[in-house]
């Protein structure tokens, strides 16, 4: 973990904020470039290349479930085609009603695991939007009541301490029995 301040003066006035932010400096590597040298990071998990941190909990037809390397919360997952698409639309008919019903099944385990309060989905859409894999993908984030710790209010920081392969081993487990579940239609 590293750390920065950040300083924002509002308008004319004199107010000035302060606020401490704490950061993963891995994944700040991550985004800045220090990553695999591989064209597409999820395609490259997706083919099993043993340079790259393996974190599938599923793979379907269509998609795969997988737990996410820097998480904003414990159990931040994300669904992604097995095929390399860079734009929601191109997503096929079979693929986006797969991908839904991996949604459904994620948002049950992680209710269940992680005893999650509530979920943000949705994707990254573009460069602009935050996306540092081109690959399209869900985050499927889960969110808790009272998230803000000690830390949030003492110093205006933010922490999230998990570790994801110990979070892989739990999750895997319930995806191992996945199918069950998924092929109720």
């Not at 540092?132 to 998230?147: A, D, F, G, L, M």
């Not at 979070?167 to 199918?179: H, M, P, S, V």
């Amino acid at each position: 973990m590293g750390d920065y301040w950040i300083f924002t003066l509002y308008g004319n006035s004199n107010f000035l904020i302060m606020r401490k932010y704490l950061f993963n400096i891995d994944k700040y590597r991550y985004v800045t470039g220090d990553r695999p040298k591989v064209d597409c990071i999820l395609c490259e998990m997706i083919n099993g290349n043993p340079d790259i941190t393996n974190l599938i909990l599923y793979r379907s037809e269509f998609n795969l479930v997988t737990l996410n390397l820097y998480p904003y919360n414990p159990g931040h997952l994300m669904i992604a085609p097995l095929r390399h698409i860079e734009e929601l639309t191109l997503l096929s008919a079979k693929e986006a009603a797969d991908s839904h019903k991996l949604l459904v099944f994620c948002l049950k385990v992680l209710g269940e695991e992680f005893n999650a309060h509530g979920f943000n989905v949705g994707y990254n859409l573009g460069d602009e939007s935050g996306a540092s894999i081109s690959h399209i993908h869900q985050h499927i984030v889960p969110r808790y009541k009272n998230e803000v710790g000690f830390i949030d209010v003492l110093a205006g920081d933010r922490i999230a301490v998990v570790d994801p392969l110990v979070q892989f081993e739990k999750l895997k487990i319930r995806f191992d029995n996945a199918d069950s579940f998924l092929s109720v239609d």
